[in-house]
């Protein structure tokens, strides 16, 4: 059974750049997909980016198109979100997800297991 850990969040200044982490656990993790969502207060959960197992094909939501990279590394059991030039609007819980689909994709339902989720917050 895979489970999902994430860190990396806190408090940060407009402008500057952050690197999320997922820890996978559980044999299937590094096959596959992952995802990573962001839910504000009273908002939607929404998509930001997603990995496939092999790291060979990544897509991105528009929110956070341009800004925002991920990884990951199956050696480590670690996916990373990398968000550039954050602002306050980017402040929210950012999750990730697993899904036994070998390509992430943007819709959360297809996901079979979710992380606890991380916040972020992004003031001066």
């Known amino acids: 059974q895979v489970q999902l850990e994430e860190s990396g969040g806190g408090l940060v200044q407009p402008g500057e750049t952050l690197t999320l982490s997922c820890l996978g656990s559980?044999?299937?993790?590094?096959?596959?997909?992952v995802g990573w969502f962001r839910q504000a207060p009273e908002k939607e959960r929404e998509f930001i980016a997603a990995?496939?197992?092999?790291?060979?094909?990544?897509h991105y939501g528009e929110a956070t198109r341009g800004r925002a990279t991920i990884s990951r590394d199956n050696a480590k059991n670690m996916v990373y979100l990398r968000m550039n030039s954050l602002q306050p609007d980017d402040t929210a819980v950012y999750f990730c997800?697993?899904?036994?689909?070998?390509?992430?994709?943007?819709?959360?339902?297809?996901?079979?297991?979710w992380g606890q989720g991380t916040q972020v917050t992004v003031a001066s």
């Open positions: 997800a697993w899904t036994s689909g070998s390509i992430g994709t943007r819709f959360p339902n297809l996901y079979r297991t």
């Open positions: 559980g044999s299937a993790f590094s096959t596959g997909g």
């Open positions: 990995i496939s197992w092999r790291a060979d094909g990544a």
